[in-house]
């Protein structure tokens, strides 16, 4: 049952595909086997993928320890980028599209060129940092990404409601439970290494804390798995002032790194399912035994982004837009839509990596018509369908300099009502929402550039509506190929008018300088948008299936607000 906790036993992802002559490591293809998130942790499993690794069909390791480093003429060495002897990885699994493998708790941090070899020929090198920490934990969809793959023991699972799994029990946490995430990259274990023993707790050496909905805790035990190499487990418990849901955000902070950011069920005690706001326990139990839900959103926005050009001074440009899509979710994408992933009086925190954020993805898009109408005050406009299903329409664009923009003006308060006459997938639906009066962001020209990561952050506010305030902080370094960097979302009712980011949130955020335009690659932004609350059921439509049935979710929603770039330091 172990091995299933770290990487799901190789059953996620699997490409099987014809072995090549010469291996071919993907790009951003090296990942923590747990979290998919980049860098090696020392004594830890890594993921990698590309094509011709190994056999066409998946050859997994079953024998005694410890494991190989030759599995069915796969192999997997790491050369010191400063010179010197290569290290060889012991494989777990391999085949063409696909390998795991663990890096000896001997090998030293730092910059490695790594190679896949199969059946002799040796695939061009990929460079990867080692490193002395990078904690990953396992998630339900075995990608890194939403809720977590955690225990209280045995077979017994967290999950949204009470049942059972094929073998398993599956429940919602309550606070005060004990519960234990598995994962790896708690850094170099020797003595695991070779035949799974563990040197103990490395919860103080390892500085490591879990922040459960926000509620930072001291675990009580973090460290290898008896048993199983490179396999770690965090034992906490669960805060007794949490606030319950279904999707309360989890995180890990080891060796002043953070995890993959997830999600656990919480329940009230004596509950035996988890309350999400919106989601009924049918839909929640329909989850948790694999089921997908279709859900759909229209989302109508109005935005001004505030920047400074050297030379050039303050410039401002406002846009209105409209964007929709319907899809078939499982438990991860659902835990961060926005109807069902926000926590008010939180923050939540995610790490992007290769241009990706976690968690996200869906499985599906539906088809809900050729278009879209949208009506209201002064509005009347198609929305078309673009080849991926997904409905985007700009009503108006300054443009940056107040030149080459689009449109006119056309958002005001007011009820909008958006409509299709069906589609191969979604029949015809009509949805309403009230647009209310502008957010004004009453403090944006007092708060400093860069923005401290060490200082309590204040943002205050008027107007909004009667629905939620989203404040979003982002700061990425950006090639041309690839983003990294992280991202915040603190939620308040709108008509508390304000909320301070809490200094636990800003001190996770990367310094940038916010000079990209200068070509020094780096992005920072800070948003406070106001938006509808899904929980009180502003903006909820049903739309009928082809197939059958109705939407299980699916909302008209508005966001209005200002984006300003800035720096974090």
């Known amino acids: 049952m172990k091995r299933i906790f770290l990487v799901c036993a190789g059953s996620m992802m ?84 696909q390998l795991a493998a663990l890096l000896p708790s001997s090998t030293a941090a730092g910059a490695y060129d790594l190679r896949v070899t199969y059946n002799g020929q040796a695939s ?45 029990s599956t429940r919602p946490a309550r606070p005060g439970d004990a519960i234990i995430l598995w994962g790896t990259g708690l850094g170099a274990d020797a003595s695991s290494d070779v035949n799974g023993g563990s040197a103990g707790d490395q919860t103080a050496a390892g500085q490591v804390k879990v922040v459960v909905g926000g509620i930072e805790v001291t675990p009580l035990y973090a460290g290898r798995s008896g048993g199983s190499p490179g396999l770690d487990q965090i034992n906490f418990s669960v805060p007794a002032n949490v606030t319950t849901g279904c999707f309360v955000s989890l995180q890990v902070r080891a060796g002043g790194r ?12 004596g509950q035996s399912f988890c309350n999400s706001g919106t989601l009924t326990e049918a839909q929640l139990r329909k989850l948790d035994q694999g089921g997908t839900l279709v859900v759909g959103g229209v989302e109508l926005s109005k935005h001004t982004l505030d920047m400074v050009i050297p030379g050039l001074g303050p410039l401002h440009q406002k846009s209105e837009f409209v964007q ?15 109807f069902s992933a926000t926590q008010i009086g939180a923050c939540t925190f995610y790490r992007i990596a290769g241009g990706t954020v976690a968690p996200g993805g869906n499985l ?27 409905y985007s329409a700009t009503l108006y664009d300054s443009g940056l300099l107040g ?47 860069p923005i401290s990561r060490n200082t309590p952050l204040p943002i205050q506010w008027t107007g909004g509506g009667t629905g ?43 310094v940038i300088t916010n000079q990209g335009a200068n070509g020094d690659g780096t992005v920072g932004t800070l948003a406070v948008m106001a938006t509808t609350d899904s929980a009180k059921g502003q903006g909820s439509f049903s739309a009928p299936l082809k197939a059958g049935g109705t939407t299980d979710q699916a909302f008209f929603t508005y966001s209005i607000g200002t984006t300003r770039m800035t720096g974090f330091n």
């Not at 920490?133 to 949204?160: C, E």
């Open 364 to 390: 599906g898009l539906l088809d809900a018509g050729l278009q879209l109408s949208l009506s209201g005050p002064a509005a009347a406009v198609t929305i078309p369908r673009d080849d991926t299903m997904v």
């Open 14 to 97: 699997l490409v099987f595909s014809a072995a090549w002559a010469q291996p071919v490591i993907r790009d951003n293809g090296i990942s923590n086997a747990s979290s998919y998130t980049s860098d090696i942790a020392r004594g830890s499993w890594f993921v990698v993928f590309g094509t011709g690794m190994g056999p066409a069909s998946i050859s997994v390791y079953t024998g005694a320890l410890p494991f190989p480093t030759d599995l069915s003429g796969t192999s997997v060495s790491l050369t010191p980028a400063s010179g010197g002897a290569a290290v060889s990885a012991r494989i777990w699994y391999t085949l063409a599209g």
């Open 468 to 510: 939620l305030v989203q404040i979003t902080g982002t700061g990425l370094t950006v090639s041309t190929s690839t983003a990294t960097g992280a991202v915040f979302t603190c939620t308040a009712q709108a008509s508390a008018g304000a909320f301070t980011v809490p200094v636990s949130v800003l001190q996770q955020m990367p």
């Open 124 to 168: 061009a090198p990929k460079r990867v940092n080692v490193v002395d920490t990078n904690f990953g934990y396992a998630t339900q969809s075995q990608n890194g990404l939403g809720p977590a793959q955690a225990t209280y023991g045995g077979l017994d699972l967290n999950r949204f409601t009470t049942c059972t799994l094929a073998q398993y």
């Open 258 to 269: 953070l995890s993959n950011a997830g999600t656990i069920a919480v329940a009230p005690p």
């Open 324 to 338: 929709g899509a319907f899809s078939r979710s499982g438990a991860a994408d659902v835990g961060i839509a926005g």
């Open 403 to 449: 030149q080459g923009g689009s449109g006119s003006p056309t958002l005001t308060p007011g009820s909008y009502t958006i409509a299709s006459n069906g589609g191969a997938d979604i029949g015809a639906f009509t949805g309403k929402m009230d647009f209310p009066s502008d957010l004004v962001w009453t403090n944006e020209n007092s708060i400093a550039d």
